[in-house]
């Protein structure tokens, strides 16, 4: 075992688990996780949730209590997601205590058949703030078109927004910018910035997927020398933008007034080609101020053999600008590349909670006590 989730967490990246389930709150996982391997945070999406409700571990008692009072499966996704919210909110609340609020946070996603509806997915919001009722929540918004007004209408409601699914640097400029003007609408509301956060999650593994598949598809040795370095190149390219972003003086008038920045969150970092180290997408983006959510296995690969070296992303952006721009001239477009990883993104979490919407239904109808 090396120290490397110490070394990390001293570079500054915060360590957030990317799962949740019911078993792992009460087998007293969680709290071991935090305790032995410096994770601060927790990320659910509705992946997530699809795959802890469908073991079924844990949650008979509050399925069969709820198929006894007849509630509509919507009702019933949200009743047990928010219990695990809350739960875990409460595990971690001595991280959020003791960092002021910066981690020992919990992200729920809102209903993602509602990622290109913008008033829905601010009412969503709020119902669920309001439902896990936990200071140190952060409500998911996906960064779709339809997503960037409710991003900001969220932030000026002084709820906290973990911002998923960016892909592209001109989306993620978007979403910072979306999150600037609900700081000023909150601070006009006379709002506490202080206690309002964000994390912008920027995606990671799902563009090395997909621009080394039309790598492979073209063969010649120039094509094959860049595979694995655009999701990298992006994320450091994306670290750069948030530097510029919250230095000026925009931002400036907004420090002033006590609020926070918010931080790239990089996700989608389980490494998915067995070609690359199983670590990479931690080791080569390490740099203050940022945090990085974690499936189970990466999280103790890296425990395990991971090489913390310091930051790997300041002064690396000329290179990275390099290798997007000879991806780009082999014919590869990266906005193609990038509307499409956005498209399949709220198809895959789509899919998922329709997959979670049957097998709860199924599970309440198994559950129904019989009529007399």
């Known amino acids: 075992m090396t120290d490397a989730l110490k070394r990390l967490s001293e570079e500054g990246v915060a360590i957030w688990l990317d799962d949740l389930s019911r078993k792992r709150i009460t087998s007293g996982n969680l709290a071991e996780l935090i305790d032995q391997q410096h994770v601060v945070g927790v990320t659910t999406n509705p992946t997530i949730f699809q795959k802890a409700i469908s073991s079924g571990d844990g949650y008979e008692q509050q399925l069969t209590d709820l198929a006894a009072r007849k509630v509509t499966v919507e009702e019933a996704i949200r009743m047990i997601t928010t219990a695990d919210v809350r739960d875990a909110a409460d595990i971690l609340r001595p991280v959020f205590d003791a960092t002021q609020g910066q981690d020992g946070r919990v992200s729920i996603e809102v209903d993602p058949r509602l990622a290109h509806n913008t008033r829905a997915t601010v009412a969503e919001a709020r119902q669920l703030a309001w439902l896990v009722d936990r200071p140190n929540t952060l409500i998911k918004i996906p960064a779709t078109e339809a997503g960037l007004p409710a991003i900001t209408e969220t932030i000026a409601n002084g709820i906290s927004v973990n911002v998923t699914l960016i892909f592209s640097l001109d989306r993620y400029r978007k979403v910072m910018d979306a999150y600037l003007t609900g700081l000023e609408k909150a601070k006009e509301r006379g709002l506490d910035l202080s206690k309002i956060h964000s994390v912008a999650s920027f995606f990671v593994s799902r563009v090395d997927t997909e621009i080394d598949k039309r790598i492979e598809a073209l063969g010649?040795?120039?094509?094959?020398?860049?595979?694995?370095?655009?999701?990298?190149?992006?994320?450091?390219?994306?670290?750069?933008?948030?530097?510029e972003v919250f230095s000026g003086d925009r931002w400036d008038a907004l420090d002033k007034a006590q609020a926070n920045k918010q931080r790239p969150l990089w996700a989608s970092t389980g490494v998915k080609d067995p070609a690359y180290k199983d670590t990479m997408y931690v080791e080569e983006?390490?740099?203050?101020?940022?945090?990085?959510?974690?499936?189970?296995?990466?999280?103790?690969?890296?425990?395990?053999?991971?090489?913390?070296?310091?930051?790997?992303?300041?002064?690396?952006?000329?290179?990275?600008?390099?290798d997007l721009d000879a991806i780009e001239k082999l014919g590869i477009s990266y906005d193609d590349v990038v509307q499409l990883l956005e498209d399949e993104g709220v198809d895959k979490f789509e899919a998922s909670w329709n997959d979670l919407l049957k097998s709860t239904e199924a599970e309440l109808e198994r559950l129904a006590p019989s009529e007399g």
């Open 220 to 243: 010649t040795p120039e094509a094959k020398a860049l595979r694995g370095k655009a999701a990298v190149a992006n994320a450091r390219l994306a670290y750069q933008a948030y530097e």
């Open 285 to 322: 983006l390490v740099a203050p101020n940022t945090v990085n959510t974690m499936p189970e296995a990466t999280l103790l690969a890296t425990e395990d053999h991971g090489e913390i070296t310091g930051d790997t992303i300041t002064g690396t952006y000329e290179q990275a600008r390099a």
